[in-house]
């Protein structure tokens, strides 16, 4: 086994190509959803294409298409961002440009910066329906569904910890 995250990524890579250039198999698992979306899976299955070498996907969990099937949001069209930029300046020109999008809205955030990221949301997007999934199956999953002020109010309270999914209403 061999770790595999964001920050080791560019090190790491280039031994496991060398081990499926070699002819072994390896598996990408993640404890976070299905590999290869809004992590570093991307990084590795993106050299390993270049190297010509092969990758099979194996069907697992996505927290993004179960939060979204859960939500009661418009599900027949949607657009996933994945994280937003941590920086204030570039988070905000990510969500005007979202301003006007027709189609449920998918963000993954963390639980220590979802509050200032909900803020934003609200001044930039407005007081949309929402849905906040956190934890997904598992012990302490929960699904707060609301006006974006009403999750706001809620989570202040809560602190929410894990695994943040937020599906939003797209604009009228």
């Known amino acids: ?10 090190e790491r890579t280039p031994e496991l190509i060398n081990l499926l250039k070699q002819g072994k198999s390896i598996a990408l698992v993640s404890d976070a959803g299905t590999p290869g979306i809004s992590d570093p899976g991307f990084y590795l299955i993106r050299e390993a ?17 179960s939060a979204l099937v859960i939500s009661g949001l418009p599900s027949d069209r949607f657009v996933f961002e994945g994280f937003l930029p941590k920086r204030d300046g570039r988070k905000q020109k990510k969500l005007e440009a979202l301003k006007k999008e027709t189609r449920t809205i998918i963000f993954y955030d963390s639980p220590h910066r979802v509050i200032d990221s909900l803020k934003d949301i ?42 943040i999914v937020l599906v939003i209403q797209g604009t009228d």
Do not use: C, W
């Open 1 to 10: 086994m061999t770790s595999f995250y964001e920050y080791n990524k560019k």
């Open 49 to 65: 294409i270049k190297q010509n070498l092969p990758v099979i996907p194996i069907p697992g969990p996505s927290a993004l298409l």
């Open 122 to 163: 609200l001044e930039i997007l407005g007081d949309r329906q929402m849905v906040l999934v956190r934890e997904l199956t598992k012990k302490f999953e929960t699904i707060i569904r609301g006006k974006i002020s009403e999750i706001i109010a809620e989570i202040e309270k809560s602190k929410p910890k894990g695994e």
